[in-house]
């Protein structure tokens, strides 16, 4: 963003939308998961393979995917009204439990006999003497074997819709595991646009079409050049162009990790804001930063750019986050974006 008064302005207009944003609701449908991540040491390797052993010495979890942007929006202020299902196990209980924690109602939580939830389990390590290079050595995926039925993705999408009349914003997170198919991502989607509410749709590159109509979609910077390998394209610009006019988006925001973020419009040159981390720890939570972001501002009123300009400073508090576990807080955000402000002064001088 080349103009420093445009970006000043924007920035003043998220600062005060933060400090003014009442506890406006907004409705998120997608699939959770349970995030459980073991730290410890890693000072040998196994006598029988050349593969670390790990001492663990802590274990931390958290609700992760759609529930994890829930945390995210309950902690800038607003209502969530999340809709999803889990199993009858423990992780189920966790992540309803962990929600609750939050005053994140779990009415529109279904609990399915007989199902695992899914967990992602990150295995961290480090040497014993080294505990600040710690980084991951494994992850193991727990899931349901079946699919989601009918009679439950129905009950599920059925609540949500129940509630997209009194909502801000309308947020489809979309992790391929069932509580989202084309049919009811478009039912969604077509509630929304009669409500006249921005939807934000997280989507899977093998289910785009449950995101059609969506005001704007989340991509990573790996999966746009995918799609344009895929169709034979070498300018990333005309590949977003050609996906959001395919698919009726307004904005396709991608997300580079510590090269920033990018804006692409219909008919509009593309907006590149960099990252402005000093320091990138991880990276796992960016797609959630990015949407709680999005569907704060856009359900506020603010305009597309101001909404980009917002995740790309949740992103970059996500990229500095010493655990993986957290998430897009209102009192880390604000006072990132104070600095950013600071910073643009300083600059000027």
Known sequence: ??????????????????????????????????????????????STAPVPVLKIMRTEETPGAAA????????LGMQVSLHCCVGDDREGRTIVTKLSEHGISSEGIQTVPERNTLTKIRFYGSRES??????????????????ISDDIRQTVTQSAMSQISNSSAVVLSDYDKGVLDTDTSLMLIAAAKRAELPVIADPKLTGLDR???????????????????????????????????????????????????????????????????PSAVQQIGLHDAAATALAAALG??????????????????????????????KETLRLWIDELSWQLRISDR
């Open 1 to 46: 963003m080349d103009d420093d008064t445009d970006r000043a302005s924007i920035l003043s207009r998220l600062s005060n939308m933060l400090d003014s944003m009442g506890e406006s609701k907004v409705t998120l449908i997608g699939d959770v998961m349970l995030d459980r991540f073991h730290h410890g040491y890693a000072n040998n390797l196994d």
């Open 68 to 75: 994890h942007i829930a945390l995210g929006l309950r902690s």
């Open 130 to 147: 080294l505990l600040e290079e710690s980084q991951i050595l494994l992850q193991a995926d727990r899931g349901p074997r079946d699919a």
């Open 211 to 277: 995101s059609a109509g969506a005001d704007v979609a989340l991509f990573e910077n790996r999966g746009l050049n995918l799609l344009a390998r895929r169709q034979g394209i070498t300018d990333q610009a005309k590949a977003a162009g050609d996906l959001i006019s395919r698919y009726g988006w307004q904005a396709l925001l991608v997300l580079r990790g510590t090269e920033g973020v990018t804006l692409y419009r219909a008919n509009e040159e593309p907006l590149h804001i960099p990252c402005m981390s």
């Open 300 to 329: 506020n009123g603010l305009t597309m750019i101001d909404a980009a300009t917002l995740a790309a400073a949740a992103c970059d508090c996500i990229l500095a986050a010493e655990a993986s576990r957290e998430f897009v807080d």
